[in-house]
């Protein structure tokens, strides 16, 4: 542990994945920043850290948009300092069949996973670089391997693979690596979303992932945070360009 806190960023931080990884950060001792497109979303998270005696961050920001993730990140850097550490989890679902599929459904995957993804990085990573030392974690998904009904989420999630790759690549150098986390099924409200899409109830799909996956039990948050950590440590140096499929079993 540095003897300073070091800063982290997490996006889509108000529930679900983002929350338990921003929680568990802050419970690594860093200062947490908790992104999410509305600041009071946030704020409930941001309030269950300092309950628990550590530091952390509301912050309203739309990924998308350049000019909020500046001002976002320049916010973090004021008054937490620089950002050390960034976790790309922000995302979002407009699932439909490829005929079916609307190009405003294609472009809004688009621009929250891929684009949203490369703004963060991008000005974090002037951060990192000043100072040595940097983690970035991008959040890919199972899905990267084909999903029927998910060609825009399949295409972003494959994209962020390649995109931490070639991050691993450019920013080794500078003291920081890059790596993707690919969750399988995970209990979040965008898999309850899914059941929805295909008209399933979700407990029967529940039931029907615990019985392919090889461990017996669909995973939880806190699983893909426990990985994030890790990742994300002082101790993941050697660490870089990987994909990490945290799904209770292999995948190809």
């Not at 990884?21 to 309030?47: C, M």
């Not at 998904?141 to 790759?165: E, H, M, P, V």
Request: hydrophobic content about 45%; glycine content about 10%.
């Amino acid at each position: 542990m540095s003897p300073t806190p070091r800063v982290a960023i997490v996006t889509g931080a108000a529930r679900g994945i983002g929350a338990a990884t921003a929680e568990r950060l802050a419970r690594e001792g860093r200062a947490v920043a908790v992104l999410d497109l509305k600041e009071s979303d946030a704020q409930e998270v941001v309030d269950r850290i300092t309950a628990g005696g550590g530091t952390a961050l509301a912050v309203g920001c739309d990924v998308s948009d350049a000019d909020q993730v500046d001002a976002a990140v320049a916010t973090v850097a004021e008054r937490l300092g620089p950002p050390a550490i960034l976790v790309n989890n922000a995302g979002v679902l407009r699932d439909n069949l490829l005929f079916k599929m609307s190009a405003d459904d294609w472009d809004t995957v688009m621009n929250v996973h891929l684009r949203g993804s490369f703004l963060m990085s991008k000005a974090a990573q002037a951060h990192m670089t000043a100072n040595g030392w940097g983690r970035i974690v991008n959040l890919s998904s199972s899905s990267a391997l084909g999903n029927r009904g998910q060609a825009n989420y399949s295409a972003a999630k494959a994209g962020l693979q390649g995109f931490t790759k070639t991050l691993a690549i450019e920013l080794g150098k500078f003291g920081v690596t890059c790596n993707a986390v690919a969750p399988g099924f995970i209990e979040t409200a965008m898999t309850r979303a899914t059941a929805e899409r295909i008209g399933v109830k979700y407990e029967d799909m529940k039931a029907f992932k615990e019985a392919e996956i090889p461990v017996r039990r669909v995973g939880v948050p806190e699983d893909i945070a426990n990985t994030v950590a890790f990742l994300t440590g002082e101790d993941a140096g050697f660490v870089s360009g990987q994909v990490v499929y945290v799904a209770g079993g292999p995948l190809d």
